[in-house]
């Protein structure tokens, strides 16, 4: 095979005349110098980019980014220095979100088992809105209400019984799922009968997320529709399609753009009766081609007969993505961009698991030595967000590229990170 195919890396990803890559015009085997490896390198005007099409695509105040795909500080910071509200599912992630500056009227509360704790939080924090997820949750309302907190605005989310084309674990659109509640057992209509007469809650609309990395936008448009037909019969103002679409990991990969995905859920929304503000969630299709991983090989162990192993400096402590669901990625040397790769290898990192795999096999440049560096494409979404200290491997850095200046906006822990929780006597 030969060299990368642009469409998996970063948007200002380019190759110099010696094959040295450069995102954000700087140069990858610099940064593993400046930062170490493993490190997340981010092309920064490509997360900007991204931002900007979802928001010309769906509109201001209509595109809320799903801060679980990829965050931080400085990533809360850029999404809402864009214009795009974000969608937290825990206590944590609206705190790092509220930290970071964000209004709370910026964030939208999700999660499927909030506890009374994250919905004082949220409801206090005059968040945009809540989605419910269950008649739990009415309850914990109901009870946050006689303590005399404000009503908050809620979204009940729908589970519209549509199986889609992805990854079990990710798939929660269809009847058998922990998520909403269900529209064909009729528990979406208990569950809107309740919140209309309800003096605890102010019920503004209807959500749906039926599942991510989803390619399919017939997938997209059997869900709208669904719910279009339900925001229709409710009579209500607001209408949440979720997000999921899927981005392309590896060469054989092609997938929609924000874009294209709009037009299908836009044509749909055009059925709707009243005016009605509809909502988008995307995580994974701002963020995940906007970052690569660069790690350095540390030692290479042929097997005639078998396969090469090829052992970096990470693993499934920065992306468990392989190891979860079996998710596919390229590889390529920074140093050498361009070179063909024509050597069947399996990429692992350095955690005491033979599931520790990052690449289970794929094309590399030949003769991968000790000391190279290499690199993955597509780790700007679900990687650093799931990542763990596993085997106390400290986590990597995040580093911001724009214009040629790097910016680093998550240090890599150190091992006085690894016991600052520990009590000692
Ligand atoms: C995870 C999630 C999203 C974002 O999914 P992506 O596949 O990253 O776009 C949006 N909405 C909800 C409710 C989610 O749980």
Redesign the pocket.
């Known amino acids: 095979m030969s060299a990368i195919s642009k469409h998996l890396l970063p948007d200002n990803a380019v190759i110099d005349a010696h094959g040295i890559m450069s995102i954000g015009g700087c140069s990858l085997v610099d940064l593993a110098k400046q930062f170490g490896t493993p490190v997340f390198v981010y092309d920064e005007d490509h997360l900007r980019a991204r931002c900007h099409e979802a928001v010309k695509a769906f509109g201001p105040n209509r595109v809320i980014y ?1 801060t ?2 990829f965050f931080c500080t400085a990533m809360a910071k850029l999404a809402y220095d864009e214009g795009l509200m974000l ?1 937290v ?1 825990t206590g944590g992630e609206l705190f790092v979100a509220l930290n970071a500056g964000v209004p709370g009227s910026s964030c939208v509360m ?1 999660g499927n088992n909030k506890s009374m704790d994250e919905l004082r939080m949220a409801i206090n924090a005059d968040v945009h809105h809540i ?1 419910v997820d269950n008649f739990d949750e009415l309850d914990r309302l109901d009870a946050l209400h006689a303590e005399g907190l404000p009503v908050p605005r809620v979204q009940l989310r729908i589970t519209p019984g549509v199986s889609v084309h992805t990854h079990e674990y990710i798939a ?1 659109g269809q009847n058998d799922s922990k998520f909403g509640f269900n529209l064909g057992n009729g528990d979406a209509h208990k569950a809107a009968e309740r919140a209309r007469s309800s003096k605890s809650v102010n019920f503004v609309g209807v959500h749906c ?1 039926i599942g ?2 989803v390619f399919a936008v017939e997938n997209f448009a059997h869900a709208a529709k669904i719910m279009v037909d339900l925001a229709n019969e409710l009579e209500v103002e607001q209408l949440t399609f ?4 899927g981005v392309a990991y590896v060469e054989s990969e092609h997938a929609s753009t924000i874009t294209e995905w709009s037009t299908h859920l836009m044509s749909a929304a055009e059925q709707l009766r009243k005016p009605t503000q509809v909502f988008v ?5 701002i963020v995940a081609a906007a970052a690569v991983t660069v790690y350095e090989v540390g030692t290479v162990k042929p097997i005639p007969g078998v396969r090469t192993y090829v052992a970096v400096d990470g693993g499934m402590s920065d992306n468990p993505r392989p190891v979860m669901y079996g998710s596919g990625y390229e590889l390529f040397m920074p140093a050498n961009a361009n070179a063909d790769r024509t050597e069947s290898i399996r990429l692992v990192g350095k955690h005491c698991e033979s599931g520790d795999i990052l690449i289970s096999e794929t094309l590399a440049p030949a003769g991968l030595r000790v000391g190279d560096l290499v690199a993955t494409p597509v780790t700007g ?1 679900y990687g650093h967000s799931m990542g763990s200290n596993y085997n106390k491997i400290t986590r990597p850095p995040v580093v911001f590229a724009r214009n040629g200046k790097a910016r680093l906006v998550v240090r890599r822990e150190t091992y006085d990170d690894l016991v600052r929780l520990d009590v000692s006597e």
């Open positions: 799903a679980k795909a969608d599912a999700h989605v929660t997320h991510s990395n979720g997000g999921g679409l969630e995307p995580g994974r299709a979404a």
